[in-house]
C-alpha cells in the first residue's frame, strides 16, 4: 500500500491529510516534534488571556485521526534521505515513504542578538512559545515588565496578551511607523496612535542591541541599539517576522532557498516530494502579485488541498486567487482584498477615509489610468470576502465598488453604516483633485 508522509501537523499538513484520506485509502503518517495534535495557532493567545483552554484550540477530536486511519507519530526528522526516500528520526528511528510532504512551517527570526537564547526570551509561534510566556510571564508580580522586539501582527498579539494580565510592555519597532512597509500611512498611524491609547509604551526608529542576563541565565533587561538605554524587564518576546523551517532539510538534495523550492504544482526538485504551507518558496517568484513564501493561514489550508489532489492522480495547479488577509490590532479588525501597497506604484492612486473616533478607516487602491479597483484596506468596518472577490474577479471599477460599498459590508443592521460618509469624502476627493 502507497505510505504518504507528512512532515508538520499544522494546517497545511493536516489539510493534505485529510483531502487525501477522502480521495483514497493509502496509508497516511503525520510527524510533528511539536504536539501530538493539530491546533490553531491563531488560537495561542486566547490561551493565556483566558478566552479559552489549549485543548478548546484542536479542531478535531482524539478519536477522529483512529477513525480516519490517519496515524500520528510524535518525532523529530533529523534528515531525509530521498535516493533511498527515507526519514531518519531522533533515537535512531527511522521511517519509509512513498511520497513526502514537507510541512514544517516558520519558525521565529533571530538575528544573531546577544542573550537571545536566555531564559525569559520567546516567540509566540509555537505550544512551547506560549508555554514559556505562561512561564515568565504569569502575572505582574512575577513579570515586572516585558519587552517586545519587532513590529508585526505577532507583536501585537503578544502585546495585547501581556497587557491583559497588566503587565507593562515596551513595544520596540525598528521601523518610523507601525508596519508602514505594509500599511499606507494613514493606517500606519492611526494604529500608532491606537498603540500607546491602550497603555502600550510604542518606542518607533529603535533597535535591540543585547539582551542582558541575570546571575541564573533569565532575562534581566535589554539595551537599545541607537540610545543605549538599559530597560529593565522579565521577558523578552521575539516578534521581528518569521522565516521557514527547514534547517534539518539542508543536507539533503531537496533545492532550498529561503524556503523550500517548489512549482506551481507545489512539487520539490525531489521525485515524489512536495512542500506546502510557510516553508514552501515558489521557484518562478510569486503567483501574480504575490511573495514566493505567504507565511498565512488560508494560503496553508488551500496548498494542502491541492496537492492532496495531485497525489491522488489528479495533477493540479496551485491558484490561491485574488489576495486577501485578516488580523486584529488590539480591538481594531483589519481586512485587506486585493492589492493596496504602502505607497500607490506607477499609474496607482489612493483614496484614504477615517472616522473622527480614530479607529475606523478604509483605504481604496485604484488604476488612475483605468479606472479599476484594485483593492481595499478596512479598518474597524467588517466586509464581505465573497463581493470583494467577485468585484475584483469582474474587474469592476472604483466608482461602482464605491456606490455599492453598502452591499459589502457585513456588520449586522442594527451596527453603524459608514458608506455615505465614505462616499461624499471620495467623491469631494475627486472634485478637489
Request: hydrophobic share 35%.
Amino acid at each position: 500500500m502507497k505510505h504518504t508522509i507528512i512532515i508538520g501537523n499544522g494546517i497545511s499538513g493536516v489539510t493534505a491529510a485529510r483531502h487525501i484520506r477522502k480521495l483514497s485509502d493509502q496509508k497516511i503518517t503525520i510527524i510533528s516534534a511539536e504536539t501530538e495534535y493539530f491546533f490553531s495557532r491563531t488560537a495561542l493567545m486566547y490561551v493565556y488571556m483566558g478566552h479559552m483552554k489549549f485543548e478548546h484550540t484542536q479542531p478535531y477530536e482524539p478519536w477522529f485521526w483512529e477513525k480516519n486511519n490517519i496515524s500520528l507519530k510524535k518525532a523529530y526528522v533529523k534528515q531525509i534521505d530521498t535516493d533511498a526516500k527515507t526519514l531518519h528520526l531522533s533515537e535512531n528511528e527511522t521511517l519509509k515513504y512513498d511520497t513526502l510532504i514537507i510541512a514544517t512551517g516558520s519558525k521565529p527570526n533571530k538575528f544573531g542578538w546577544p542573550g537571545q537564547d536566555l531564559l525569559g526570551v520567546t516567540g509566540l509561534y509555537h505550544k512551547q512559545d506560549l508555554e514559556n510566556v505562561e512561564k515568565y510571564a504569569p502575572n505582574n508580580k512575577v513579570c515586572k515588565k516585558a519587552v517586545i522586539v519587532g513590529g508585526g501582527l505577532i507583536g501585537i498579539e503578544l502585546a495585547e496578551m501581556l497587557s491583559a494580565r497588566g503587565i507593562p510592555v515596551t513595544f520596540l519597532v525598528r521601523e518610523k511607523s507601525f508596519w508602514n512597509g505594509v500599511l499606507p500611512d494613514g493606517e500606519s498611524q492611526m494604529i500608532n496612535r491606537h498603540i500607546k491609547n491602550h497603555h502600550i509604551d510604542l518606542r518607533l526608529g529603535f533597535n535591540l542591541k543585547e539582551i542582558k542576563s541575570d546571575d541564573n541565565g533569565k532575562v534581566k533587561s535589554i539595551v537599545i541599539t541607537e540610545t543605549g538605554e538599559e530597560i529593565p524587564c522579565n521577558l523578552v518576546g521575539l516578534t521581528a517576522g518569521v522565516s521557514p523551517n527547514i534547517d534539518f532539510i539542508k543536507e539533503s538534495n531537496i533545492e532550498l532557498g529561503r524556503g523550500v523550492k517548489v512549482n506551481r504544482f507545489l512539487e520539490t526538485s525531489a521525485k515524489d516530494v512536495y512542500a506546502i504551507g510557510d516553508c514552501a518558496e515558489q521557484r518562478d517568484g510569486g503567483i501574480g502579485e504575490r511573495r514566493p513564501i505567504e507565511a498565512v493561514w488560508y494560503t496553508g489550508r488551500m496548498m494542502g488541498e491541492t496537492v492532496a489532489q495531485t497525489i491522488c492522480g489528479n495533477r493540479l495547479e496551485y491558484k490561491p486567487g485574488h489576495w486577501f488577509n485578516s488580523a486584529k490590532f488590539l480591538d481594531i479588525e483589519y481586512q485587506t482584498y486585493g492589492w493596496v501597497f504602502s505607497k500607490p506604484r506607477e499609474n496607482e492612486a489612493h483614496f484614504h477615509w477615517k472616522h473622527e473616533d480614530d479607529t475606523k478607516c478604509i483605504t481604496v487602491c485604484y488604476s488612475t489610468v483605468t479606472n479599476k479597483f484594485l483593492g481595499i484596506n478596512t479598518f474597524g468596518i467588517r466586509m464581505r470576502h465573497e463581493v470583494f472577490d467577485k468585484w475584483l474577479t469582474e474587474e469592476r471599477d472604483v466608482d461602482y465598488v464605491m456606490a455599492n460599498l453598502a452591499v459589502a459590508n457585513f456588520d449586522p443592521e442594527l451596527f453603524k453604516h459608514y458608506e455615505k460618509d465614505i462616499l461624499a469624502a471620495f467623491k469631494k476627493n475627486l472634485i478637489e483633485a
